[in-house]
């Protein structure tokens, strides 16, 4: 590791009543469509018969085909991508998302909306906390997390 990996960025502390508050939320919504399913099952090589085979999932209890868990973590990205950018695009990374739990099944066709709300800050560290949670079109949650982005 070199020197300039180890250093810490600290957040403004300006920002504590900005973009970064304690409490601030971003959302993003999107229907879950075929293609976002073979995209992703081609992006990751995951082509399991649970995402890709219809008939093989309608002899379990879900009936039909549901989308990658992961997918869901992706649009977690998207909100904090968001988040960045009210900062004015100040250069901050993902440090990795904590405690990710799949709460329910996502099926095409559903729409999931994401809500991540800054939960904590560590100004010195450089280090922004998030609570994220995923909601289909009925209010079920789907996808939990913890999502840590760090200043550099």
């Not at 968001?82 to 100040?90: A, F, Q, S, Y």
Request: charged share 25%; aromatic share 8%; glycine share 10%.
């Amino acid at each position: 590791m070199t020197e300039q990996t180890k250093q810490t960025v600290p957040i403004d502390p300006e920002d504590a009543r900005g973009p970064l508050a304690v409490g601030r939320t971003v959302t993003f919504s999107k229907t879950v469509g075929e293609t976002d399913v073979y995209l992703f099952a081609g992006i990751s090589g995951d082509l399991g018969p649970n995402h890709v085979n219809e008939e093989y999932m309608k002899r379990g209890r879900y009936g039909r085909r549901i989308a990658h868990g992961v997918l869901s973590v992706a649009f977690m990205s998207t909100c904090s991508t968001k988040l960045i950018e009210l900062t004015g695009d100040k250069p901050m990374v993902s440090y990795g998302y904590d405690r990710i739990r799949f709460l329910g099944p996502v099926f095409i066709g559903d729409t999931l909306t994401v809500e991540y709300t800054v939960a904590e800050r560590d100004d010195d560290a450089g280090r922004v906390t998030s609570d994220v949670r995923v909601v289909n079109q009925h209010g079920d949650l789907v996808t939990i997390a913890t999502h840590i982005l760090r200043a550099v």
